[in-house]
T-cell receptor, first 116, second 114 residues
Framework: DTAVSQTPKYLVTQMGNDKSIKCEQN?????MYWYKQDSKKFLKIMFS???????INETVPNRFSPKSPDKAHLNLHINSLELGDSAVYFC???????????????FGPGTRLTVL | AQSVTQLDSQVPVFEEAPVELRCNYS??????LFWYVQYPNQGLQLLLK??????LVKGINGFEAEFNKSQTSFHLRKPSVHISDTAEYFC????????????FGQGTELSVKP
């Protein structure tokens, strides 16, 4: 059973398009995250949600909008895609009620987004 | 603000040799420390974490790390590596009251050669 799953695994699209990446976790966790890994493999937090409520919103362009329909899902919608959005996007989840810093985060397999 | 520095971007080593991957952090408040591993084309997996207590932490796959508060370091070690340990290794910290976000170092690519 996949604990944290993401779809699609690969996404190739043109500049200016709008796309979504879906994330689901079957661990019963309360908190979910989106991280971006750039071409140099550097990882940076984008957003986190705790039980459908936004708790972290880093300095991310407002073209990126997370949506959490329920606590098992956290989707990432990106408008007007730019070349610089090309990266690997990772979803993660953790079992903690308030974004507890000691909780282990479980990562999905990643979505490689390529903007042409 | 917190930051994490991994001192080596690439570490080549022969199979069965010992290895140390170095990590230093900077923070004005107490931190929790993590090491994650990323195998090629996969997500990240927790190797070990330090929360409190004994400064020597043992993790999966024979890895261990030592927290040194005075040197603000959390180096990862393994006494004898295998080919299957070839991967990218990330050191990370979290702090209280920041929603649990992981702040990562730049990563160290461990390459184990036969």
């Amino acid at each position: 059973d996949t604990a944290v799953s993401q779809t699609p695994k690969y996404l190739v699209t043109q500049m200016g398009n709008d796309k979504s990446i879906k994330c689901e976790q079957n661990l019963g966790h309360d908190t979910m995250y989106w991280y971006k890994q750039d071409s140099k493999k550097f990882l940076k937090i984008m957003f986190s949600y705790n039980n459908k409520e936004l708790i972290i919103n880093e300095t991310v362009p407002n073209r990126f909008s997370p949506k959490s329909p329920d606590k098992a899902h956290l989707n990432l919608h990106i408008n007007s895609l730019e070349l610089g959005d090309s990266a690997v996007y990772f979803c993660a989840s953790s079992q903690d009620p308030q974004g507890t810093p000691s909780a282990t985060q479980y990562f999905g397999p990643g979505t490689r987004l390529t903007v042409l | 603000a917190q930051s994490v520095t991994q001192l080596d971007s690439q570490v080549p080593v022969f199979e069965e040799a010992p290895v140390e991957l170095r990590c230093n952090y900077s923070s004005s408040v107490s931190v929790y420390l993590f090491w994650y591993v990323q195998y090629p084309n996969q997500g990240l997996q927790l190797l070990l974490k330090y929360l409190s207590g004994s400064t020597l932490v043992k993790g999966i796959n024979g890895f261990e790390a030592e927290f040194n508060k005075s040197q603000t370091s959390f180096h990862l070690r393994k006494p004898s590596v295998h080919i299957s340990d070839t991967a990218e290794y990330f050191c990370a910290v979290t702090v209280y009251n920041q929603g649990g976000k992981l702040i990562f170092g730049q990563g160290t690519e461990l390459s184990v050669k036969p």
